[in-house]
Nanobody, 124 residues
Framework: QVQLVESGGGLVQAGGSLRLSCAASGRTVSVYGTGWFRQAPGKERELVAGISWSAGNTYYADSVTGRFAISKDNAKNTVYLQMNSLKPEDTAVYYC?????????????????WGQGTQVTVSS
């Protein structure tokens, strides 16, 4: 059974940085890509970024372009989200998720397996 475990969340001041990690285990099939989502209280879940495992193609939401960077370590089955210039509106629970088939990184409805999330809080 696929397990995705997020880590690296915490409390940071506005303008600061955090790096999130998503470690995968138990995959029995190849996965097209992994994405990062976030959900703030009272808001819809938002796809933030995604990366394909083979080609390294990336997707970013407009709200984080230029501030966040997604990367991967194939040997460690781990995806990272480097978050810079953080803003209070980035406060949310951040989740990673696998997309098994190649529907496209920017399509949130096609992500299949989910982690439990890690809290990111940005103070003003």
């Amino acid at each position: 059974q696929v397990q995705l475990v997020e880590s690296g969340g915490g409390l940071v001041q506005a303008g600061g940085s955090l790096r999130l990690s998503c470690a995968a285990s138990g995959r029995t099939v190849s996965v097209y890509g992994t994405g990062w989502f976030r959900q703030a209280p009272g808001k819809e879940r938002e796809l933030v970024a995604g990366i394909s495992w083979s080609a390294g193609n990336t997707y970013y939401a407009d709200s984080v372009t230029g501030r966040f960077a997604i990367s991967k370590d194939n040997a460690k089955n781990t995806v990272y989200l480097q978050m810079n210039s953080l803003k209070p509106e980035d406060t949310a629970v951040y989740y990673c998720a696998d997309q098994v088939d190649s529907y496209g990184l920017g399509y949130p409805e096609w992500y299949d397996y989910w982690g439990q999330g890690t809290q990111v809080t940005v103070s003003s």
